[in-house]
């Protein structure tokens, strides 16, 4: 710290001292000013006052926090915390709160993953836990087929609570097995996000990610990719 302080000194001094005939009046004004901010910032350092941090959420803010830098004002593109797809498509890439417990694990009163069933083998929740697919390379749930296919589960689960769910995150053949699995767990916590805000137990939801490695079709191609990309369920009742 104390070295950052004698560099932002020097500095400072030889600008005043060393402006050469090429420099007008306004730069050396402008590089003092410049200068002047990073001793001060040096001081409030030395004394223990760094500021208030914030989090900035585009360039103009940044601008506008710190004057040394400009930028236009339609640069606000970066918006990292929210998603603006239209009325009928959510993206939550935040994790709610996770349970105390995972089944099968020392400590939870649930059996592994392996005791965990296909919805469709009960005929009458075939029709309620359906598959949420999702466009490429995205964790986006869009579509008002999507949003009325989780609305059914969010129902059928706030009217059971015994009924716990893994919600199983997929991918299509394409990208690196790292990748994929990283894709398919952000897309089986969206679901399962947005289930929490319909009202289900977060103690009642339980996410995994194949990635790649689960298809159901094997064709090389959009159809078959676009139904690789899902999500779907498997069930235990207690």
């Not at 890439?93 to 083998?121: E, K």
Request: with cysteine.
């Amino acid at each position: 710290m104390k070295t950052k302080f004698l560099i932002s000194i020097q500095l400072l001094l030889a600008i005043i001292f060393c402006t050469g005939c090429v420099r007008n009046k306004d730069d050396v004004w402008d590089d003092t000013k410049s200068c002047g901010r990073h001793v001060q910032r040096g001081f409030r350092s030395l004394a223990g006052k760094h500021g208030d941090s914030r989090q900035v959420r585009c360039r103009q803010e940044f601008a506008t926090y710190n004057e040394e830098y400009a930028f236009s004002p339609d640069e606000c593109d970066y918006v990292p915390l929210e998603d603006t797809q239209g009325d009928n498509s959510i993206a939550m890439a935040d994790l709610r709160r996770q349970p105390r417990h995972s089944p099968g694990d020392p400590g939870s009163s649930l059996p592994g993953i392996d005791a965990f069933n296909d919805p469709a083998t009960y005929p009458e929740l075939a029709g309620i836990f359906e598959s949420i697919y999702f466009p490429y390379n995205s964790n986006l749930i869009k579509g008002d087929v999507n949003l009325a296919a989780l609305q059914k589960v969010a129902n059928y689960l706030r009217q059971h609570e015994r009924v716990y769910v893994f919600i199983e995150g997929h991918c299509d053949e394409r990208g690196a097995q790292a990748y994929n699995l990283a894709l398919g767990a952000r897309r089986s916590n969206a679901v399962r996000n947005l289930l929490i805000k319909e009202g289900v137990n977060p103690e009642n939801l339980f996410t995994i990610s194949y990635g790649k490695e689960r298809p159901l079709f094997f064709d090389h191609n959009e159809e078959a990719w676009s139904q690789n990309r899902r999500a779907d369920f498997k069930i235990y009742q207690r």
